[in-house]
């Protein structure tokens, strides 16, 4: 019988860690069935109150449906969720987005928020990279009551127009952040 040092327990529980996680991969899970059937409401939804929209997922090349995101910050922030990117109504990705913030902000808030790929350019550039990060070029919408959220010449020929709507909770501040959104396995 040996006796089991505190060295030989770590290195032993270190080494199975790559053995567990492998049987957590997602494979087989019914993540993507939970992640499509709340991207489809999410979609119903903004239809149905912001009926000009389905005009812009008309005109889109692809559309990623981000369902909730979860946000908080007290000076740093973050938030979280996961989403579907559509091309022609059909699923063809499952896309997770983190998010970082610094600077003068307290609160916690959940949204949804659709990017609409208004060129093919736009959209093979988010599929390639290895995690893409909302930049300056992506043009905000914030939907207010009465579905004014209209698809135009300048969104149109926007590359990626984020719409934001069914915000809930108070977040207040004014801060720097980014967004990146990585393909994921659910």
């Given at each position: 019988?040996?006796?089991?040092?505190?060295?030989?327990?770590?290195?032993?529980?270190?080494?199975?860690?790559?053995?567990?996680?492998?049987?957590?991969?997602?494979?087989?899970?019914?993540?993507?069935q939970?992640?499509?059937?709340?991207?489809?409401?999410?979609?119903?939804?903004?239809?149905?109150?912001?009926?000009?929209?389905?005009?812009?997922?008309?005109?889109?090349?692809?559309v990623?449906?981000?369902?909730?995101?979860t946000?908080?910050?007290?000076?740093?922030?973050?938030?979280?969720?996961?989403?579907?990117?559509?091309?022609?109504?059909?699923?063809?990705?499952?896309?997770?987005?983190?998010?970082?913030?610094?600077?003068?902000?307290?609160?916690?808030?959940?949204?949804?928020?659709?990017?609409?790929?208004?060129?093919?350019?736009?959209?093979?550039?988010f599929?390639?990279?290895?995690?893409?990060?909302?930049?300056?070029?992506?043009e905000?919408?914030?939907?207010?009551?009465?579905?004014?959220?209209?698809?135009?010449?300048?969104?149109?020929?926007?590359?990626?127009?984020?719409?934001?709507?069914?915000?809930?909770?108070?977040?207040?501040?004014?801060?720097?952040?980014?967004?990146?959104?990585?393909?994921?396995?659910?």
């Open positions: 019988m040996s006796n089991l040092s505190r060295r030989g327990f770590t290195l032993g529980a270190l080494a199975g860690i790559p053995v567990l996680a492998a049987c957590g991969n997602g494979v087989g899970s019914p993540g993507s939970k992640i499509d059937a709340r991207a489809d409401a999410t979609l119903n939804y903004l239809y149905s109150n912001y009926p000009n929209a389905r005009d812009l997922a008309n005109k889109a090349s692809g990623l449906v981000m369902p909730v995101v946000e908080a910050g007290f000076g740093l922030g973050g938030g979280y969720g996961r989403g579907a990117l559509r091309i022609n109504d059909a699923t063809v990705d499952y896309y997770s987005a983190a998010k970082g913030s610094f600077g003068l902000q307290i609160g916690a808030q959940q949204f949804s928020h659709v990017l609409f790929f208004m060129t093919e350019d736009a959209l093979q550039s599929r390639r990279s290895p995690g893409w990060v909302a930049g300056a070029n992506v905000y919408a914030l939907p207010d009551q009465g579905g004014n959220l209209t698809a135009d010449t300048t969104t149109v020929t926007s590359p990626v127009v984020a719409v934001i709507f069914g915000q809930a909770g108070i977040m207040a501040g004014a801060t720097i952040e980014g967004t990146k959104y990585t393909r994921i396995i659910p």
